[in-house]
């Protein structure tokens, strides 16, 4: 039997994480308990996933004594480790003021007993600790994806001359080789380039229109740009998700997008933005001002976007930014404020998406209500959080979890069009 030992951020992670480690110890160090109690009284997600992981545990502790452990029902037993650590700490010369250092000290003397002990924690610091005191340490796994084999959305194929006409001209083509519902396919010929999206229910590649025309006074510049417009704009599709690295246009074209939709065809009755607060759930009140006010000093990229946006798209009734926020057509809202809310009839995105866990990810999404659609965009590589990574943040769990869902679309963007200095700045630095 093997026994892991949990690390306390991999509970603000995932607050069931202890149900993960099936016919197996699963060892609680009490310092982890002490650190969830102090982060319980949070107004963040790291509060609320301690509380839930709390609530776990305790009931848990109803069917046993957590001191010898109890039994679960996916066969591992959970025990809370209370012993030892300070005499670990003394013999190693590590410093007893530090918490890590109490909850590594429990995983040493635990592997000191003679267990075949794990320390399971999403702290690369902490595991490099341990992997010193000779302990075996790993990341938490669960709803982690393979990010170098991450669902692109796109594909290329080769086609017949004659199979190129009769998609230009009907608009569609009979399609057997196995693809994803809503895959978009780029063939490439010397006639140039045409885009297709798979309709897994007809079986059929459905020809994307070239889209010269302007959306919201957005033009696309590439051929991904104008699978993102397709997806973005298609009603059938209540989920999208934009991947890429920075000046790619995801936010862009997202907001355009969703402008259009509430202007133009009002399709929806506006677009809410939002983007996430690093640390991740810092609150907004500790900004000065009204919520508008302290919304404003983080979401100044998505103004950046509605400018670029308002100098090319000229409409009479509105004349600038203020006007958009006067009518109603667009409304900035703090992650922190969604949870809880049901909001039908609405264009929601979420901007720097990949600094979301799993979790909070799943929260966002299930607000969605009747009529809605949702949009997250993000760069899996630029992670700010300091316990998430490329392969375990919430953007690309998503990705993998939706694919191949019917009203899932998703497009990975690869070149950036900022400037030529912003593709080299990317490319080289």
Avoid at 11 to 40: A, G, Q, Y
Avoid at 266 to 294: H, Q
Avoid at 308 to 321: F, R
Wanted: include cysteine; aromatic fraction near 6%.
């Amino acid at each position: 039997m093997k026994t892991f030992v949990i690390d306390t951020n991999v509970f603000i992670h995932k607050p069931d994480c202890v149900l993960s480690f099936r016919e197996n110890e699963v060892v609680i160090p009490l310092m982890v308990l002490e650190e969830l109690d102090k982060l319980k009284s949070y107004s963040d997600e790291r509060g609320r996933n301690a509380r839930h992981a709390i609530r776990m545990i305790g009931e848990l502790a109803k069917h046993g004594d957590l001191r010898h452990g109890v039994k679960m029902e996916n066969g591992s037993l959970l025990r809370v480790e209370i012993g030892g650590a300070g005499k670990a700490l003394a013999d190693l010369q590590l410093d007893l003021q530090n918490p890590d250092n109490r909850i590594l000290s429990s995983a040493y003397m635990l592997q000191a007993a003679g267990k075949k002990v794990f320390f399971v924690s999403k702290d690369i610091n902490a595991r490099v600790k341990a992997t010193a005191l000779g302990i075996k340490a790993v990341d938490y796994e669960k709803q982690k994806v393979d990010i170098a084999r991450m669902y692109s959305g796109v594909r290329e194929a080769d086609i017949s001359s004659d199979n190129l006409a009769l998609l230009k001209s009907r608009g569609y083509i009979d399609w057997h080789d196995q693809l994803v519902p809503n895959e978009f396919v780029l063939f490439r010929r010397d006639e140039g380039q045409e885009i297709g999206r798979f309709d897994a229910g007809r079986n059929v590649i459905i020809h994307v229109n070239g889209m010269a025309e302007q959306i919201c006074g957005i033009t696309p510049l590439n051929p991904r740009q104008r699978m993102a417009f397709n997806a973005l704009l298609d009603d059938s599709l209540s989920l999208v998700t934009l991947v890429g690295k920075a000046g790619t246009g995801k936010t862009l074209l997202a907001i355009a997008a969703g402008l259009h939709k509430v202007i133009e065809e009002k399709k929806f009755g506006r677009v809410l933005v939002s983007r996430p607060v690093i640390p991740v759930g810092k609150d907004i009140g500790y900004l000065p001002g009204a919520k508008s006010e302290k919304l404003s000093h983080w979401m100044q990229p998505l103004f950046d976007n509605l400018e670029y946006i308002l100098t090319g798209y000229k409409k009479q009734t509105l004349k600038n930014i203020d006007h958009l926020f006067q009518n109603n057509l667009i409304e900035l809202e703090a992650l922190s404020h969604i949870r809880g809310r049901s909001l039908p009839a609405q264009f929601i995105i979420i901007d720097e998406a990949q600094n979301l866990s799993p979790h909070e990810i799943k929260t966002i999404v299930s607000r969605a209500g009747q009529g809605t659609k949702v949009v997250l965009t993000g760069d899996p590589y630029q992670i700010d959080s300091p316990y998430l990574d490329s392969s375990s943040n919430g953007l690309s769990y998503l990705v993998e979890a939706f694919k191949g869902q019917s009203i899932y679309g998703h497009v990975t963007l690869a070149k950036s069009e900022r400037s030529e200095l912003a593709e080299l700045a990317t490319e080289l630095l």
